[in-house]
């Protein structure tokens, strides 16, 4: 697994200088043939794989990453440091520009954890010390635009801010009824147009009102992060700093269980719009909190059951990103672009299954290591996978399908 995750992250290596910033770049893109550009969340999923064998490329992965922090420390979502190249691929995407080379958007935010791999070895103190000041800006910034109610759960502005781009979570809050690209573009341009008459300014767009998601993908891996910020915030000597980043951890875990948690479904909801409309989807997203250290017995328990249960989690090749008996569970289609209304991704099962042996359920969790890594040995680094068969479908030579190699380490150290 070692050798193939190389060949692929060699195959996606993005290297040059970008005439446009005279900055030089060298990324793993998430796959040539439909992404060849620098996504966030990717990026750091990148850089955590790139620990295992390549310890200073994916330091370069979180430097390229970092490289157009703003000021204030927003990071967009996509860098298209070789636009150039691929112009033909941008009449394809619906993406909100901040310049022509940046997106005016977020992604979760996994920037902690990829840090905190990568600053692991050798010289990792001197690499944090160059990027913790930019990274520490990152989640102010989120902390500072994004909460404006102050409940300590962050808000997306429109979908793809989850990475769960097409999810059908918010099929009923778009207004979406048949599920297809056309609807999706429109129902995006819906939110994007009066997004762009009031300037894309954080706080005007929370006014409109149009598409503000508590989601519960977002603040599990916000949670997470804030946690283990706090622990580079301490490592680096900086404990006012990392006292405050870990009350907001326990704040943004607590606010999960007490607005999103819905004991009677034993599930988590997304909260839409300013009235904070709960999302009764069942979807992926409302098992991640099984990640959270501190979260109570009780939902745990009620997050392994719904993943036991083969009418909705429990298929041959876990997890689907939707439960198979929820009305808007769709087959993966290779006709279609549409991602996460159904099929298995390796992202979600990387934390899952973490989650899993954090709470002891160890079986579970090594059900779900040795199915993906099973299935990417087989089918090679897809996007999504179908949950019946396996059959890979989407991207082909997807990078963050490499975390089937961490999963492996994992269950080799079986170390919960
Ligand atoms: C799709 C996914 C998003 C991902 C991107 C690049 O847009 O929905 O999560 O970051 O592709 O892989």
């Known amino acids: 697994m070692t050798e193939a995750v190389r060949g692929l992250y060699e195959r996606n290596r993005q290297q040059g200088v970008a005439p446009w910033c005279g900055l030089a770049y060298d990324f793993v893109c998430p796959s040539m043939g439909t992404y060849p550009f620098q996504w966030f969340w990717d990026s750091c999923f ?69 840090v905190s791999a990568a600053a692991e070895g050798p010289g990792g103190d ?52 048949r599920p297809d690209h056309a609807e999706f573009t429109a129902a995006w341009q819906r939110v994007a147009g009066p997004y762009a008459a009031v300037g894309r300014e954080q706080a005007a767009m929370f006014a409109l009102d149009r ?45 999960l269980v007490e607005k999103c948690y819905d004991a009677s479904a034993g599930l988590f909801w997304d909260l839409a719009g300013a009235r904070e409309a709960p999302l009764r989807v069942n979807t992926v997203s409302s098992l991640m909190p099984i990640l959270l250290p501190d979260l109570p017995r009780e939902p745990v328990e009620a997050i392994v059951a719904h993943l036991r249960d083969p009418e909705e989690y429990a298929a041959a090749y876990p997890v689907p990103s939707v439960a198979m008996n929820e009305p808007a569970y769709l087959e ?14 390796m992202n979600t099962n990387w934390y899952l299954s973490r989650g899993l042996r954090r709470h002891g359920h160890l079986e579970l969790a090594r059900r779900i290591e040795e199915a993906s890594a099973a299935v990417v040995e087989r089918e090679g680094f897809r996007e999504y996978y179908d949950p019946r068969t396996g059959e890979g479908f989407g991207a082909r030579d997807f990078s963050w399908s490499g975390l089937a190699l961490d999963m492996l380490a994992r269950l080799e150290g079986d170390d919960p």
């Open 211 to 255: 598409f503000i998601v508590e989601d519960v993908l977002v603040n599990t891996i916000y949670a997470e992060n804030a946690r283990v910020l706090a622990g580079l915030l301490r490592r680096a000597g900086e404990d006012e700093a990392a006292a405050a980043w870990e009350r907001r951890a326990r704040a943004t875990a607590a606010a």
């Open 46 to 114: 990148h850089a955590i794989v790139l620990a295992h064998f390549d310890r200073e490329r994916a330091r370069q992965e979180i430097r390229s990453l970092l490289a157009h922090a703003q000021p204030d420390g927003f990071v967009g979502h996509v860098t298209f440091w070789q636009r150039e190249r691929f112009e033909a691929l941008l009449a394809t995407y619906s993406i909100a520009y901040r310049t022509p080379y940046l997106s005016d958007c977020i992604q979760p935010p996994v920037l902690a954890e990829a």
């Open 126 to 177: 001197a690499f944090l010390a160059e990027v913790l000041p930019r990274v520490r800006r990152y989640y102010e910034w989120l902390d500072a635009n994004r909460d404006p109610d102050r409940d300590g759960l962050i808000a997306t502005l429109q979908p793809d801010e989850s990475g769960l781009d097409h999810t059908p979570k918010y099929d009923a809050y778009l207004g979406i009824a």
């Open 332 to 345: 993966p289609r290779a006709d279609s672009s549409l991602v996460y209304r159904g099929p298995t991704w």
